[in-house]
C-alpha cells in the first residue's frame, strides 16, 4: 500500500527573553500542548522546537501541502501562543503575525512555511533543518552542495540511484518569478543564479522522476510587512537515504561554515554556525546565525526521532572556524563587506538616513 504523508514545518518568531534570543519554556510548552490535543485527529504527528527566537511547527498529516485546516491550527497556536508571550513581556511579541484577517493560509501573512508530499518509502527519512538570523538563500549553497556537489555527496557519483542528477526550483524572491534547472547538465547557469543570494533562493530540489527531495521557506517577511522586522530566518526538510542523498551528505556542508546575510539588524554579513538544539540561543552581536538540523524516521506519518545532527562532535570544529569568522567580520564593525550593501538592507533604517542627507548633497 502506497502512504501519503504531508509533513509541514510553519515557523514563526512570536516573541523572545530578553531580546531576540529564545522563546520563554511557557509559550513553547503552550504550543506543545496545542498540537498534541490534535495528534490522532487532525494531525498524525507532531514535534515543536525552536531555533533562536523562532518556534517551529512540525507537522505530519494526510491533508497535503496548504491545507486550510493545518494553517489554521499553525496560525492559531502562534495567536494564542503571543497572547502568552505578550503577557510575559516577550520581546516582539507576535512580531511574525501580520495580519488579523486569517483567510485560510498562512502564506503572506508573515510565518514561513515548508511543506512537501511525499509517497514514504518503507523506511522514510528526513532531517528538518531550522536557521534564525538569516533569510532563505542562506540554503542555496548547502543545497547545491547535497544535490550537485559530488566533492559533497559521493552518491552523486558511486550510486546509480543518484546518478542522473536533480532539478532545482529557483525563485526570483522580488520579482516573483520561478526558473527549473535540470543538474548536473545546467549546473553552470544554476549557479549563475543563486550565487546571487540577495535576488535568487532555492524554493526546492526534485528527483529527475519529479519525487519530491527538498523545500525551503522562502517568504520574504520584509517584503510581506513593507518594513523591516527581521530577516526571514527560513526552516527546510530534506529526504535523505536510498535514492536521494545519505543523511551524512546532507548535513556535511555545514561543516565547512560559509558567509551569509542576516546577524544583527539583518544587516550584516556572518557565518551560518551549526549547533545542536540546545544551543540555539543567539547572543553575541545577536548571532551568529545558527542553524539545527533535526533527523527523523517516519512511518505512516509516525515521527522516531530525533536525532540532534548537529550536536555531534564531528560539528566542534565547525564551531570553532564560524566563531573564528565572526571575529575576522566584527572587526570591520559598520563598514562592508561586513555590513551589506544597501540593496540588501532596504528594510532596515539606513533609507531613511541617506534620504535625510540627500539635500546636503553638492554636485563635484
Ligand atoms: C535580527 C534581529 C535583531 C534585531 C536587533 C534590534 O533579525 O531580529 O538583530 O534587529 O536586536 O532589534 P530592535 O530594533 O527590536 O531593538
Ligand atoms: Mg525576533
Ligand atoms: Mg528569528
Known amino acids: ?57 512540525l507537522m505530519t498529516h494526510e491533508k497535503g501541502v ?32 501580520l495580519s488579523d484577517a486569517f483567510s485560510g493560509n498562512v502564506r503572506g501573512m508573515g510565518p514561513g512555511i515548508a511543506e512537501m508530499e511525499i509517497e514514504e518509502r518503507p523506511a522514510e527519512a528526513f532531517i528538518a533543518f531550522m536557521a534564525d538570523k538569516t ?11 547535497m544535490f550537485a556537489n559530488p566533492f559533497n555527496t559521493a552518491g552523486l557519483v558511486l550510486d546509480p540511484k543518484l546518478h542522473e542528477g536533480f532539478k532545482f526550483e529557483v525563485h526570483d524572491v522580488k520579482g516573483s518569478r520561478r526558473i527549473i534547472f535540470d543538474t548536473p547538465e545546467e549546473a553552470y547557469d544554476l549557479l549563475a543564479l543563486i550565487g546571487l543570494t540577495d535576488i535568487y ?13 527538498a523545500v525551503a521557506s522562502t517568504e520574504k517577511v520584509n517584503l510581506i510587512a513593507g518594513r523591516y522586522v527581521g530577516k526571514d530566518d527560513p526552516a527546510m526538510l530534506v529526504r535523505s ?21 542576516g546577524w544583527m539588524r539583518g544587516s550584516h554579513r556572518g557565518p551560518m554556525m551549526p549547533v545542536g538544539e540546545k544551543d540555539a540561543n543567539p547572543t553575541r552581536f545577536d548571532g551568529p546565525p545558527r542553524i539545527i538540523a ?39 564593525g559598520p563598514f562592508q563587506p561586513h555590513l551589506l550593501p544597501p540593496g540588501e538592507m532596504e528594510y532596515t533604517t539606513l533609507p531613511g538616513v541617506l534620504k535625510k542627507l540627500e539635500d546636503r548633497f553638492e554636485k563635484i
Open 1 to 57: 500500500m502506497n502512504v501519503r504523508t504531508t509533513i509541514s514545518i510553519i515557523k514563526a518568531d512570536i516573541g523572545s527573553i530578553g531580546g531576540h534570543t529564545k522563546p520563554s519554556d511557557e509559550v513553547m510548552e503552550y504550543c506543545k500542548k496545542n498540537l498534541e490535543q490534535e495528534k490522532g485527529k487532525l494531525l498524525i504527528d507532531c514535534y515543536v522546537t525552536r531555533c533562536g527566537d523562532d518556534i517551529e511547527l
Open 66 to 97: 496548504d491545507a486550510k485546516e493545518i494553517h489554521s491550527l499553525a496560525w492559531n497556536t502562534f495567536k494564542a501562543g503571543a497572547e502568552k508571550a505578550k503577557e510575559q513581556g516577550l520581546y516582539g511579541a507576535g512580531q511574525d503575525l
Open 135 to 145: 533569510e532563505a538563500s542562506a540554503f542555496n549553497l548547502p543545497l547545491y552542495e
Open 201 to 213: 533562493a532555492i524554493k526546492s530540489v526534485y528527483k529527475k522522476s519529479g519525487e519530491i527531495a
Open 241 to 261: 537515504q536510498s535514492g536521494y542523498p545519505a543523511t551524512g551528505e546532507v548535513v556535511d556542508p555545514f561543516a565547512r561554515p560559509f558567509y551569509i546575510a
Open 294 to 332: 533535526l533527523a527523523f524516521s517516519l512511518k505512516e506519518g509516525r515521527l522516531t526521532g530525533p536525532v540532534d545532527v548537529f550536536a555531534d562532535p564531528g560539528f566542534d570544529d565547525a564551531r570553532r572556524q564560524a566563531n573564528e569568522m565572526a571575529n575576522y567580520m566584527r572587526r570591520h
